[in-house]
């Protein structure tokens, strides 16, 4: 399995837990605080990694790297994007330069 269809997958199971918003899902309780709380959180783990890599730990980069992509995912999924779009966006700017 590649990177991006890990993330595709994973991606599934977020849109999955929303649509069916098991009582024991932090991602469907998220989801339905709404844009701005999932936003709010993409911007909270942004600051997070930044961090972690300023003290160049990689244990805690990695984890919140972790963090960072799935608030993402869960963003871009609210947002009825994908990380394919984002992925072809990426791939549009490589062939631009």
């Known amino acids: 399995m590649?990177?991006?269809a890990f993330l595709e997958r994973l991606q599934a199971v977020i849109k999955q837990r929303i649509a069916t918003a098991p009582a024991s899902s932090?991602?469907?309780?998220?989801?339905?605080q709404g844009?701005?709380?999932?936003?709010?959180?993409?911007?909270?783990?942004g600051?997070?990694?930044?961090?972690a890599a300023a003290v160049q730990d990689k244990v805690?980069?990695?984890a919140e790297a972790a963090d960072l992509i799935y608030h993402l995912l869960l963003l871009l999924e609210l947002r009825e994007l994908s990380i394919g779009d984002v992925v072809e966006e990426l791939e549009?700017?490589?062939?631009a330069v």
């Open 35 to 45: 844009v701005l709380k999932v936003a709010q959180k993409v911007g909270e783990e």
């Open 26 to 32: 932090y991602t469907a309780k998220l989801a339905a």
């Open 60 to 62: 805690r980069v990695t």
């Open 47 to 51: 600051v997070e990694l930044a961090l």
């Open 92 to 95: 549009r700017r490589h062939t």
């Open 2 to 4: 590649t990177d991006v």
